[in-house]
């Protein structure tokens, strides 16, 4: 007796998976219920156990590869010397150029890699392929690549841990450069700006031009980014910046300035950046992607959401919450427990006494709540 062991389907939206972890191998012996392999959606996690005793037959799938729902992964046979019959092998691999269901490519990409019989299988995972990335492609490895056929393989991208780009050349962009020069960490590749009448350097350090220099930036092996765009007159702007750096396979590092005082027990989580002579208490989280600007106190137990901006010399005290995309103005104080909606504005000089509404604003100078 023989019985076939086929893929299920854990996701209905999914009808692939990643195979995991693979614990057989062709012709071993096993009992009912060995696991025979783990699945991987995007969901959720499955093993695949033995339906009853037999010898593995028909087993040609690797680890890593890519499977789908109802596909045979293997038979249990009673039989070690059993073979499937002609036909109903398992071929590994997509026919025809099918774009693999977790590669992530705009579709003139995807027209220009077939055109060229690019291996969609062996494109990256880890960033959006653009047209302008397939074309760097080519160029690495000549202009005939159509002479390799199904045979050409993309080049592996070799990354730098230390090379970071500086997104923005505004004031704030200065302040960037000059944070990572001080922590000696970090060699600073050049500066993006979507502006083209901004050319030459920024304290230094090339500008290369917008956003379209992100794909060559990705292969020269940059992969960090910290947003230089203050976005203090619409965070919708410095928000944007986020997205268009992570699209593009980019990681926005949290950076404090060596003069900044963090307490251990502080979260900063990515994209956040502590400017000179700053405070940041114990229990502090502060959101992704926020700002806390030089000589700025947070203290303890404030929790900040994303995107949040606080002002040079702001004062949090204890247990303040700021919302999301919220702004806390230069010299302003806001009182112990006190909450902040987001998108709040809190002018500068402001004094706040109580909680403030979600999109709220507090005038430059005055105290909040309103006598």
């Known amino acids: 007796m023989t019985i076939e062991i086929s893929f299920p389907l854990l996701n209905p939206n999914e009808p692939e998976a990643l195979l995991a972890s693979l614990h057989v191998r062709e012709g071993q012996q096993l009992s009912e219920g060995d696991l025979l392999c783990t699945l991987e959606t995007t969901k959720s996690t499955a093993d695949l ?10 087993l040609c799938y690797e680890l890593g590869q890519t499977v789908r729902a109802g596909q045979v992964f293997c038979y249990l046979a009673d039989d ?18 099918e774009k693999p269901p977790d590669l992530r490519i705009t579709d003139p990409a995807l027209a220009l890699a077939r055109q060229h019989d690019l291996d969609l299988d062996s494109l990256p995972r ?9 074309e760097e492609l080519l160029l690495n490895v000549g202009k005939t690549a159509t002479a390799f056929g199904r045979s050409l393989r993309v080049p592996d991208f070799e990354s730098d841990p230390t090379a970071v780009l500086v997104y923005g050349a505004g004031g704030h962009g200065k302040s960037v450069i000059d944070l990572l020069l001080s ?54 702007v410095r928000i944007k910046v986020f997205r268009r750096l992570a699209e ?36 502090v989280r502060v959101g992704f992607g926020s700002i806390v600007n030089t000589g700025a106190i947070v203290s303890h137990d404030c929790q900040l959401g994303a995107f949040t901006n606080i002002a040079p010399g702001a004062i949090l005290a204890g247990g303040v919450e700021i919302g999301e995309g919220a702004l806390v103005g230069m010299g302003a104080t806001i ?29 430059a100078g005055g105290v909040w709540p309103v006598d």
């Open 248 to 283: 593009a396979g980019f990681s926005c590092p949290a950076v404090a300035h060596p003069s900044a005082v963090v307490e251990r027990s502080a979260i900063l989580e990515p994209g956040v950046q502590v400017f000179p002579q700053s405070y940041v208490g114990s229990d």
């Open 126 to 134: 880890d960033r959006l392929i653009t047209g302008q990335v397939i």
């Open 49 to 58: 156990l033995a339906e009853r005793d037999g010898y593995v037959k028909g």
């Open 335 to 363: 009182n112990l427990l006190v909450k902040v909606g987001p998108g709040a504005r809190i002018g500068n000089g402001a004094t706040v006494k109580s909680d403030v509404p979600a999109a709220g604003v507090v005038r």
């Open 183 to 236: 922590l000696g960490s970090y060699r600073i590749v050049g500066v993006l700006d979507d502006n083209p009448a901004i050319t030459g350097s920024l304290l230094g350090v090339p500008v290369l031009g917008g956003e379209e220099q992100l794909a060559n930036l990705y292969t020269q092996g940059v992969r960090l980014a910290v947003n230089a765009v203050g976005g203090i007159g619409n965070v919708q």
């Open 80 to 97: 070690p010397d059993w073979n499937p019959p002609a036909g109903e092998t398992v071929e590994i691999g997509r026919p025809g150029g």
